[in-house]
């Protein structure tokens, strides 16, 4: 079972974080969650992950700023920069040694782009391998909405100005019948062909501890992301994205540019699917996630075998060194 625990930040703001496995594993694997959710998501995964690998393998599971249990944002903090930068000081506390694997929803996804973009050195540093789940390095270039464009234009006006709205409303978080009103709104927009409704029901739990500041306040810098040339520069990073065919919000041009942009990116397209990928798909991303763990885990067992020989190396050469000086000067060597 994940145990709880906090995350300080400089700015003063305390992150919920879940961690399950032991603080030596030779592996952290960091699980970001979407826009108005929260790290319950990516409770199956977290599940799988500690059954597949045991103490190998530490999750870590962590709620944004202003969003499930963790402590509220302000206006100028609800950026994708600031939750970049968030990020970059989770790992320094809970994973500062090791490699890391990093595996975002939607919001999530992008805040490891940030998070990239913004402390490339730290991320070539730590970073093994990345897994994109339902997001886009382009903001809402691509977000149709699955309507004909001119009602889609229309919506995304009506969005961004509630937007705008809920970002002035602070700490408040949306009515218990606002809602449940909008429930099948939320069905409708974040998932595919069909749906659980113990699904839908976390998912809604989730939105209603979301603060309005940080659902409006993040809209702007969600929609101008643009970070192909930072996914780009990560070259053959092990990586994976998926899609669902029927996600409204990130559809499939969006892991098509991310998979462009990464070279070494295993592509995944899940028929049928919406955006809440780790809930409708669970095996498929399971999947995704353990595919990459494995990799890192062979490059790191392979890396930890050359480290060895080339030590072994450099000892035998060391160890032979006064035998050679001597032969050289023709003085018998024992």
Do not use: N
């Not at 694997?29 to 199956?44: A, E």
């Not at 000081?89 to 913004?118: D, N």
């Not at 540093?125 to 990345?130: I, S």
């Not at 006006?157 to 602070?170: D, N, V």
């Amino acid at each position: 079972m994940p145990h709880p625990a906090s995350v300080r930040l400089t700015d003063g703001v305390r992150l919920h974080v879940d961690v399950s496995g032991p603080d030596t594993a030779p592996l952290t694997v960091v699980l970001l969650h979407g826009w108005t959710l929260d790290g319950r998501t990516w409770h199956r995964q977290t599940a799988a992950l500690r059954e597949t690998y045991g103490d190998a393998v530490r999750v870590v599971c962590y709620d944004a700023r202003g969003h499930g249990r963790s402590g509220p944002t302000t206006l100028p903090s609800a950026t994708l920069a600031q939750l970049g930068d968030d990020l970059a000081e989770v790992l320094a506390q809970v994973a500062p040694t090791g490699p890391v694997v990093l595996a975002g929803h939607s919001m999530g996804g992008m805040t490891m782009m940030e998070y990239a973009h913004r402390h490339p050195t730290d991320f070539a540093r730590r970073v093994a391998g990345v897994v994109f789940v339902a997001t886009t390095a382009e903001g809402h270039a691509h977000t149709g909405y699955g309507v004909p464009a001119p009602l889609a234009r229309l919506i995304r006006l009506a969005e961004t100005t509630c937007a705008g709205l809920l970002a002035r409303c602070g700490g408040l978080r949306t009515p218990p019948p606002l809602l449940h009103a909008l429930r099948p709104t939320l069905r409708w927009l974040l998932f595919g062909d069909a749906c659980d409704p113990a699904d839908i029901r976390l998912t809604t739990s989730a939105v209603a501890r979301a603060s309005l500041v940080s659902i409006g306040g993040l809209r702007s810098s969600i929609g101008a992301q643009r970070r192909l040339e930072t996914l780009a520069a990560l070259g053959d990073l092990p990586a994976a994205a998926l899609v669902g065919d029927r996600d409204r919000l990130t559809p499939p041009p969006c892991t098509a540019s991310i998979s462009e942009a990464l070279s070494a990116a295993e592509l995944t397209v899940c028929p049928g699917a919406g955006h809440m990928l780790m809930l409708e798909r669970p095996e498929e991303v399971t999947a995704a996630l353990c595919s990459i763990v494995d990799r890192v885990r062979s490059a790191t067992k392979i890396t930890r075998k050359a480290t060895r020989a080339i030590r072994a190396r450099r000892t035998a050469t060391l160890l032979e060194q006064p035998r050679r000086v001597r032969a050289r000067r023709g003085v018998p060597c024992p």
